[in-house]
């Protein structure tokens, strides 16, 4: 379940290029890579639970592939994300906006071409979870 947070939605006003859904998934996102580098999502604003840029988008990968499955893909196009390039953009967008923090090494080019985000949102089931 979501809730309007009026200040996500002045940053979407900002930079309408990705919907207010896109925003709420890469929050989502961020948890999730915190829970998989065993970082406490609730006290994430201290610098140890911090993720680097690349730790982010392998949780990105990981959490589409697990909610979105074989649509990934599509769901990120409709959400007008092309590339990993453009979730460093969202990112920054949260963080100018105060709703993400950085440390002093973080920058948008640690999100530029990190992989093909076709390639990486091509889902294959394992024998495993057939049976």
Do not use: C
């Amino acid at each position: 379940m979501s809730f309007f947070d009026p200040n996500l939605a002045s940053v979407v006003k900002r930079d309408p290029r990705f919907p207010y859904e896109a925003y709420e998934f890469l929050f989502h996102a961020l948890q999730h890579t915190q829970r998989i580098l065993g970082r406490d999502p609730v006290t994430a604003v201290e610098a140890k639970n911090h993720v680097s840029g690349p730790q982010l988008l392998d949780g990105i990968r990981s959490l589409a592939l697990a909610e979105f499955g074989l649509m990934a893909r599509t769901v990120f196009r409709m959400w007008g994300i092309r590339r990993t390039d453009d979730f460093g953009d969202m990112v920054f967008n949260l963080i100018e906006a105060n709703l993400m923090s950085k440390n002093d090494q973080d920058n948008r080019d640690d999100f530029r071409g990190v992989f093909d985000l076709e390639e990486a949102l091509d889902y294959r089931i394992s024998l495993d979870e057939v049976r």
